[in-house]
């Protein structure tokens, strides 16, 4: 087995007062880490924690993580002591009953020894042959008497082939290049103090930094630590900088706490409960004992921090928080995945090897998951108060991207309603009707809520990073943005969008419901509708020129008067919805995703968020006439159709504006009204750039 590498958490454990493991804490904590992407979990890692437990608890700890995990991920084991023969009683009576496990084991804690004898101290131990687990050791000299484990005793030990790695606390930076220098295919070297990770894999080659590591406390809590070995591996001096800065700020946030108990155990235990308040019950003794326990420990200050931290890392997904999915505990989501042993297209992809996520966007809650023959990404409609038709949109819009379903065919409305009426299925394109625009094949979909209590969909999952990425990347690393790559990506964009714009009806729906019908409403005075909705909304917010934008659209309805043209919309076509991967000197277009607003209408309102959200901050003339003249090899891009689009981008802006002063409306967190209100100030200076 080879060593481990990436990220270590030195996970919490929850106990009772009688110092027995509280089972439903523990299990929330575990997946809780491995959705925020720790590689390994190592128990009972710091001094002192081993010997509030007896050898039957941490046994039942064990076995509950071991059925978490099912042995995809590696456990380590911590082991302290001071007498070899404890250490060796210790390891032989959990390495005999459980051989997959791993053992860190530190130096004796009491008395200083000569280096002679710490050399016959760890040789005893690796050199037993009662037990087959692997071994690593730990490093830290002010917490175990002084002992330090010097460069030549453990080149010495390496010898021993059970020995695998070394958790160095990073106290004295001259020793440890000379551990690094040890890294091999065969052992580790992990830094154990996460405030000095950036330094530490600086010090570590490139090419070794694949079996290197950190091991960590803080990601009991965040993913970021998982983000930062990522970019080791890319030698991202830049990100490794920020987000080290990251950490050690919320290290302060977080474990700054007036107790004479370890300050990180508090403080995340702390953060922990609050985090998943709403799933853990405080009407049970244990969790009461452990609540009441907290409050004493932590002052008013501090709890009202860490509360304001946890709400801001929430935000900025540097926590993915556990979802309720389900009437029980469905916690993980390979959990979720058994419910759905059922469905014979989910068995046929295989075993899950990993998940990821959740990922929040929007209504929308997602997993990603790699299968032994796919991977796939899971979308759940977890938002109650979703405006959006309750529906897996895709089943519907599919059919007229390959022409199976014909705008103009005389059953039209009964077939849309039959699909509607669909509650269970598919829609995989064949290769002899390839959809119009590069799309995901939608591998099932369910909206009975039998399965779990949302509609939900399983799609293809398209490689590669959403276009505002790749555009951001190169910005931060200064690349050259204006370059013939990026002109031939507008202008495939323009393609895609004249190709979808094709599909063209004889009237608009807001509702692809109603597609079909015959609506009651002209487009004209369908739109008034909507704007006069805004603006009373927008009334209400404390906007005092409503009176200037009704003339300014008095002025251009002709406009709007005269649509007679109504085509399929994506609606939301915008840069996070544009999959892009750069290949031999190529940026290609793999995938169009989120069509939850798709409608029928005006072609004009799809241009509103590409111009706002890229071409506007970009600025640069050659994308926009790579966008819009391709696309006006479709329809005429004309000084009208771009008046059209500032008509639509009003209506828009409006909606916007009365978003932002509703969430500001309902939040307390200083952050989302500090960025809401930015979104405020510059949504009425767009308004009036337009009106005026």
Not at 221 to 249: G, M
Not at 265 to 274: E, I, Q, R, T
Not at 370 to 396: A, C, G, I, M, W
């Amino acid at each position: 087995m080879p060593p481990l590498n990436g990220i270590i958490c030195d996970t919490l454990t929850f106990y009772n007062k009688d110092f027995r493991i509280i089972k439903n804490l523990n299990s929330l904590l575990i997946r809780h880490v491995l959705t925020n992407d720790a590689n390994s979990l190592l128990f009972f890692g710091r001094l002192g924690d081993g010997d509030l437990f007896s050898t039957g608890e941490k046994i039942r700890l064990i076995e509950l993580a071991l059925e978490i995990t099912e042995k995809r991920v590696p456990i380590l084991v911590g082991i302290f002591g001071n007498e070899i023969d404890g250490v060796l009683n210790q390891i032989e009576n959990l390495g005999k009953k459980f051989e997959d496990i791993n053992f860190m084991i530190s130096p004796p804690f009491s008395e200083k020894l000569s280096i002679d004898a710490m050399k016959s101290y760890f040789e005893n131990i690796l050199g037993s042959n009662s037990f087959k687990n692997q071994i690593y050791l730990i490093n830290n000299p002010p917490q175990f008497a002084g002992n330090e484990i010097e460069p030549n005793l453990l080149k010495n030990l390496i010898e021993f082939t059970n020995l695998k790695g070394l958790n160095d606390s990073f106290y004295n930076i001259k020793k440890c290049k000379s551990y690094i220098q040890l890294i091999n295919k065969n052992f580790s070297v992990f830094c154990g103090l996460e405030e000095n990770a950036q330094n530490f894999f600086q010090l570590v080659p490139l090419e070794q930094r694949k079996y290197s590591g950190i091991v960590s406390n803080i990601s009991n809590l965040v993913n970021i630590c998982s983000k930062l070995y990522k970019y080791a591996l890319e030698d991202n001096i830049l990100e490794l900088l920020q987000l080290q800065e990251q950490i050690n700020d919320i290290r302060n946030k977080i474990y700054e706490i007036k107790t004479n108990e370890i300050k990180e155990k508090v403080g995340l235990k702390y953060a922990f409960f609050y985090l998943y308040k709403d799933l853990i019950s405080s009407s049970v003794n244990e969790t009461n004992y452990i609540n009441e326990k907290l409050y004493d420990q932590i002052d008013p200050i501090s709890k009202e921090r860490i509360e304001a931290t946890l709400n801001y890392l929430l935000n900025n997904k540097q926590i993915y928080q556990l979802y309720f999915l389900g009437k029980k505990d469905l916690y993980q989501f390979d959990e979720i995945i058994k419910t759905f042993s059922n469905i014979e297209v989910l068995v046929q992809q295989g075993k899950v090897k990993k998940i990821k996520g959740p990922y929040i966007i929007d209504v929308n809650t997602l997993y990603r998951v790699k299968f032994e023959n796919s991977q796939l990404v899971f979308r759940f409609r977890t938002d109650p108060y979703s405006l959006l038709e309750n529906l897996v949109k895709e089943k519907l819009l599919y059919p007229f991207l390959d022409k199976s379903l014909n705008p103009n065919e005389l059953e039209l409305t009964q077939k849309v309603k039959e699909i509607i009426n669909t509650k269970k299925g598919a829609y995989i394109f064949s290769k002899e009707r390839p959809p119009i625009i590069p799309v995901c094949n939608l591998i099932y979909f369910d909206e009975t809520k039998e399965t779990v209590p949302y509609i939900f969909s399983v799609q293809e999952y398209i490689r590669g990073k959403p276009l505002f990425q790749l555009i951001n990347q190169y910005i931060n690393e200064g690349k050259n943005l204006y370059t013939k790559k990026f002109q031939n990506l507008f202008s495939n964009l323009g393609e895609h969008l004249g190709n979808l714009h094709q599909i063209k009806f004889d009237s608009y729906y807001k509702s692809i419901k109603n597609i079909g019908k015959k609506l009651k409403l002209s487009y004209s005075e369908f739109f008034e509708h909507e704007l006069e909705e805004k603006l009373y909304e927008v009334k209400k917010n404390k906007i005092d020129f409503c009176d200037e934008i009704r003339d300014f659209y008095r002025d251009n309805r002709t406009l709007i008067d005269d649509e007679t043209e109504y085509v399929l919309l994506h609606n939301d076509f915008k840069s996070q919805n544009i999959i892009v991967k750069e290949e031999l000197g190529a940026i290609k277009i793999n995938g169009i995703v989120d069509f939850d607003n798709w409608c029928v209408g005006s072609r004009a309102q799809d241009f509103i968020k590409i111009d706002y959200w890229i071409l506007k901050p970009l600025n640069n003339p050659l994308f926009y006439r790579s966008f819009y003249d391709t696309y006006s090899k479709f329809s005429n891009v004309d000084n009208d159709f771009k008046k059209k689009i500032e008509i639509y981008k009003l209506l828009w802006l409006l909606d916007e504006y009365n978003f932002e002063s509703e969430l500001i409306k309902k939040s307390t967190q200083i952050d989302i009204i500090s960025s809401s209100s930015a979104s405020l100030e510059n949504y009425l200076f767009e308004i009036k750039a337009i009106i005026r």
